[in-house]
């Protein structure tokens, strides 16, 4: 049984060149983003992005909620891949950080399709279960503070729609979820919600070993 491959920075220029579809919009969001104190680990990979962005359009989405904007990378990506009156609800606790986004939002033409929301992640999710209902948004992209992580997942998959994805990004959190002199509130969140992610019977899994982990969880009917 083949094992997963070691990717040198080598090989994964290759993986770049080969399938990293990218223009000035991403590049230029991604430049600032890095230039930001801690802006370059705080910030998805550019193929995560991409890979966010297929599987919006692979599942038919037409409403996106994330949980966590930053500086909107992965809110481009995402809104990018949305037909043009696709939603996309997207929740951070600063405005400072979507103030950066938006002009890249503007220019690649999906402004519109995006709606910010500033608070508590986990009022927003409670206040979009009033507003539209369960089961009633497509999929829900976690990537926010680790020690909340389980709240938002609860909440995130009473929205979604049967058929439809939660995707946690950071699920093996800087290799900290295998060192067991790593017990803060974050890394412990994150063990926790893997452990029990493992056994939901309400969902379908599979944690890539991608970027820092991302981990897909399909709502069964």
């Known amino acids: 049984m083949a094992n997963q491959t070691e990717f040198t920075p080598d090989l994964l220029d290759y993986v770049r060149a080969v399938s990293l579809r990218d223009d000035d919009t991403l590049s230029g969001l991604r ?4 230039a930001l104190p801690m802006g370059g680990t705080m910030q ?3 193929e995560e992005g991409q890979f966010l962005g297929l599987l919006v359009a692979m599942i038919g989405a037409r409403t996106v909620v994330e949980v966590g904007t930053f500086t909107g990378y992965s809110t481009l990506c995402m809104a990018r891949a ?14 400072r ?11 690649a033409g999906v402004d519109d399709r995006i709606d910010v929301r500033i608070g508590d992640a986990r009022t927003t999710l409670a206040a979009l279960l009033d507003e539209v209902g369960p089961d009633s948004v497509d999929l829900v992209f976690v990537d926010a503070d680790k020690a909340s992580y389980r709240e938002y997942y609860d909440l995130a998959l009473r929205l979604v729609r049967p058929g439809g994805l939660v995707v946690i990004d950071n699920t093996v959190f800087f290799g900290r979820v295998i ?3 790593a017990t803060d ?5 994150v063990r926790e919600l893997n452990a029990f992610l493992l056994t939901d019977e309400r969902v379908e899994i599979s944690l890539l070993p991608m970027g820092d982990g991302i981990t897909l969880a399909r709502k069964l009917p």
């Not at 949305?82 to 405005?95: E, I």
């Not at 509130?185 to 969140?189: E, I, R, S």
Request: proline residues 10%; aromatic residues 8%; negative net charge.
């Open 97 to 107: 950080w979507p103030m950066i986004a938006r002009p890249f939002w503007r220019k």
């Open 31 to 34: 430049a600032e983003t890095v």
């Open 179 to 181: 060192d067991p002199e």
């Open 185 to 189: 509130a974050d890394t412990t969140a």
């Open 44 to 46: 998805v990979m550019a």
């Open 82 to 95: 949305l037909p043009a009156d696709g939603r996309l609800v997207t929740c951070d606790l600063s405005a």
